[in-house]
């Protein structure tokens, strides 16, 4: 079996004919799937035009698999040590099974396909492969080998997820794949393998709550997109780190390319671009962006159909800027318009065969790309601006207080009000909360000053230390810092305080006698503190979504954008409609179950998230309905008071977090909202953006991670040159 899969595996596609000889639908299909395309075949069905026709153009495309196959079969009793028949058979059974898990999946519903036909056509489907796999088992002596290496290669391609990056509890959708591995039979491998994975889908938290029309959901991670769009997540984000993590878990996006969905590897990119490698490390950001965008081509292709059936409202995503220039609106925007014409050019080549044979009047080439522009600088607010009125959308990202989403939400208004008023047709664009790392970096200075003040009872503060950095298991990482205050710091952070409430801590605490000498006192205070943090990026988010897109205050801004701008009430809605707030950077279920909406509003799971959030779906008590709008629900009145009043530390960091600025509470007046002062006005202004404690940290982590990409592709320019 390991020798059948190599030998796939190692099928290369074909190179397409320019232009189609294809006479229809049914045979444009057959044609990318037996070319070597079957993800691209499968995806061909995914169009507005293929309403109603679908069971045509999928039965016709059957009847040529089948015939395909029977002559492939009749022909030679020895077809496994064939390399082109073995994966022409592979090729067919992939294109029908991605046939059919795109008409269980949620792109049904985008598309616009009813129940009723896709239920038609799944049947046939079923019974096409349930044929196929008899006609295989005839023919091999009652085994039907390829059938079954077509799954398993199907399977490890979702097992990748997190293969390199591990977090517990592991990815989600590595663990549906390990679910509907134990559901395969031996004697019905395809009807048994469908049957499980249509399942899997329909049982599945995401896709029902996206059935219901409760919430947007997309993938803070680069792989496993497909069987996402499935559950029904339309947008997948994209930053140094995932860039990099992306060639972890795949390393083929640096060599070995197979021509998966025409998306070419590094190496396949790089390869004739002879300056960049005449002297590689003078070129290291240029190769770290076509690294990035070797990374980011395939989730352009998954996410492509949806995009274009849905006019842009989904499948959009999220690709980081260069962190290093985040504050210089200048090469940003060069760097941004750069991509953005590379996506152009591969994409009017890649529309040309999805779309091949629907209407032109559906624009080709346009890039299902957001840019995202780090809330670093004041410098944000002018690119968020100028890139929305060019129709480029944004994904404001580096973002954890009130005031910075309010200010960005405000450019993207004007932006897009000027694409409007052009006829320039908008996208769907975001506003990151990165609330958990907002929880991180409030949690870490609380515990800090807890720690000081501990400290300060005892003489020997760095034998202290070091009993408590050995308790956390921090010892290794504390020892080679210098000052008390950098030990202080290295033990403080996420990595060995999260929770805040850890009993080497609480042990500690109580033993200095802080704040008394009870440990059950320390662990219940630390415990109740621990709760009230881990709300602060869930309040930001209610308090965002409140301001813009509350029942109340969503029709004063649509008047505020008509009346401002000059436009129609129908541009004013396009304007607003397609923004949505994007709380990302989650570390428990309830930041994504507590701030749903079925307007404005998209969740970026990460896959270990996502796992969480299935977990903590499968207790008996837990009720889809009960989230319904669960943004809108306010959260206990009490945290927000404790946060700004009960610990200096904390009440400092999260009044910046939560408040808006004087300059903002009179826009908001202006646009009619009651009362905007409620909303406080000590927010972080802009030019203090780079200076809070939350950006700091990610952006120096966004810049070594982009750092330690770019080396590894200027090691790699470096070994292709010398070839």
Known sequence: MSNLRKLI???????????VLSADHSGHIVYLATEGYPKLAADHILNGEAVGHLDSIVGGAIRQFNFIANRTLLRDADILKDEGKVSLLARIYEALVQMALNVVGFER?????????????????????KGLESLERKALGGEAPIARTTIDIF???????????????????AYVAKEIEKE??????????????????????????????????????????????????VQVSTNPVLAAVAYEDDPTLW?????????????????????????????GDELAAKGTEVSI??????????????????????LQLNPTIADDYEKSLREALKIYFDAEEFLRKYDYYLLWGYSANIERGRPN???????????????????????????NTVTFTVSQEVELILAKIDGRSEAAKKGIPLTTVYETNMGGRLDDHIREVQAEEILRSALERLEDKDAALKRLAEALGAWDEVKGKGSLDEKIKAICSRRFLSPLNKEPFIDFLAECGVPSASKEKVAECLA??????????????????EIFFSPYNRPKWLEYIRSKYGLTAEQAEEVLRGIDVLPASKRKPKETLLTLSSLNMTHTEFPNHQMNVLLESLNEAFKVEDYRESVLVGADLEIPLRLMGEWKATAEEFIKAYELTPEQISVLREAGLVKPEKYGSRGIKPPEWGLFGATMKTMDEFTKSYDRFKKKCIEYASKLAKK
């Open 255 to 283: 060599e070995d390319y197979r021509g998966e969905d025409l998306c070419p590897d590094f190496e396949a990119t790089i390869k004739h671009e002879e300056e960049l490698l005449k002297n590689p490390n003078a070129y």
């Open 369 to 395: 790309i957001v840019f995202k522009v780090a809330g670093s600088s004041p410098a944000a607010i002018e690119l968020t601006r100028k890139l929305e009125s060019l129709g480029i959308g944004t994904n």
């Open 297 to 318: 081509w395939p989730n352009l292709a998954v996410f492509r159909p949806i995009a274009v059936a849905s006019n842009m409202r989904h499948g959009l995503v999220s």
């Open 528 to 545: 109740r503190l621990e709760e009230d943090i881990g709300y602060c990026g869930i309040l930001v988010t209610k308090r965002v979504y």
């Open 155 to 173: 399977l490890a391609d979702m097992k990748k997820v997190m293969s390199g990056y591990y977090r517990p509890p592991g990815s989600m959708v």
């Open 184 to 233: 395969i039979k031996s004697d019905s491998a395809m009807e048994s393998f469908l049957y499980a994975a249509k399942r899997q889908i329909e049982n599945n938290v995401y896709y029902r709550f996206s059935k219901l029309g409760m919430c947007k959901f997309g993938n803070d991670y680069a792989l496993g997109l497909r069987w996402l769009r499935h559950l029904g997540f």
């Open 9 to 19: 595996l190692s099928s290369r596609p074909k190179p397409l004919d320019f232009p």
């Open 109 to 129: 519903d985008i598309v616009g396909f009813s129940d009723e036909e896709a239920a038609k056509v799944l049947a046939k489907i079923f019974e096409a492969l």
